[in-house]
């Protein structure tokens, strides 16, 4: 009898802490670093999940995902708006912003036959939003990261034969071109302001490090060699400096959230790392690019649960 009553005790025991634990919650909070003052200003916080933010061209607003929608965030009185994204309602968090600031490149997890992996493709709208976004990438999973300077070519990566790596397309869509080939995850890749250089995160070593290849794909250098895990290096406006996530205890590929990470800069002059600060995040923290137009600040989410 009394064993009977203790496993209806363990029962009740483990129902309550995990409903406890379906019940917590995540606040996210959107916010600037300031590299002139070294200081973080928060933008919104909200009992709920958001990600990615890009930095608008003109630097009064950002764009986040949440809940499968894009939004703009005013920085001057923090208000959010709904950006129009036509049929497309299942936006993932990689999407930004072309550098003459008029085209939106969306990644939407689209309603299509599931495969193993993901069914991401890549879209363009005008940047305010509109109701008839243009299919770019016709295989999936594809997931956007990169802009060309001249705005003519999209980076991203993809999963192909059962490997990811990074890819090139026209913005006008047709053939995609692989960049790279090497075994293991290939990730988040930029192009350099002049366009000559891509940035991308890769395990090309055996571990997640950055890396660097000339615009064709040749030429690849490895940039980040520590005991983290370094993932989307962003390079500044200026081509100074590449901000980027570390995971202070090594992920393998994975890029989970709510993990202890740090921002970093890399000085592509002196290639000196600075640990700017440390925090709770991950997954969704600063996956595109997010510098202010100025180059003096930039954009990231940090999560906490209660």
């Known amino acids: ?69 894009l939004y703009k965030v005013n920085l001057k009185d923090s208000t959010k708006s709904l950006i129009e994204t036509g049929p497309l309602q299942n936006c993932n968090n990689d999407h930004g912003i072309s550098f003459d600031g008029k085209w939106l490149a969306i990644s939407n997890n689209d309603e299509i036959q599931r495969s193993r992996s993901g069914t991401s493709r890549i879209y363009v709208l005008p940047v305010a939003g509109g109701t ?24 991203y990566v993809a999963e192909r034969n059962g490997d990811y790596n990074i890819f090139r397309i026209s913005v006008g869509g047709g053939s995609e071109e692989q960049l790279t080939f090497e075994s293991g995850l290939d990730d988040g890749p930029e192009y350099s302001p002049d366009g000559e250089y891509i940035y991308y995160n890769s395990m090309a070593s055996g571990k997640m490090e950055l890396w660097r290849m000339d615009k064709d794909g040749t030429n ?87």
């Open 1 to 69: 009898m009394k064993k009977w009553y203790f496993l209806v005790f363990i029962h009740i025991l483990l129902f309550f802490k995990t409903t406890q634990a379906q019940e917590k919650q995540v606040i996210s909070t959107l916010e600037i670093y300031d590299l002139t003052l070294g200081k973080r200003d928060t933008v919104i916080q909200e009992h709920s999940h958001f990600e990615a933010p890009n930095w608008s061209m003109t630097g009064d607003y950002l764009i986040i995902n949440q809940k499968g929608k």
């Open 132 to 155: 008839s976004p243009k299919l770019i990438t016709l295989k999936h999973p594809s997931y956007w990261h990169g802009w060309s300077p001249d705005g003519t070519q999209l980076l």
């Open 220 to 306: 690849k250098e490895q940039l980040t060699r520590d005991a983290y895990s370094n993932w989307f290096p962003h390079p500044s406006p200026d081509g100074q400096y590449l901000v980027f996530i570390s995971y202070l205890q090594d992920q393998g590929s994975r890029h989970p959230p709510m993990k202890s990470v740090a921002l970093r800069l890399y000085d592509l002059k002196t290639k000196n790392i600075a640990n700017l600060f440390e925090f709770t995040g991950g997954q969704g923290t600063i996956n595109v690019p997010s510098w202010s137009p100025d180059g003096k600040k930039f954009a990231f989410v940090s999560y906490r649960e209660e």
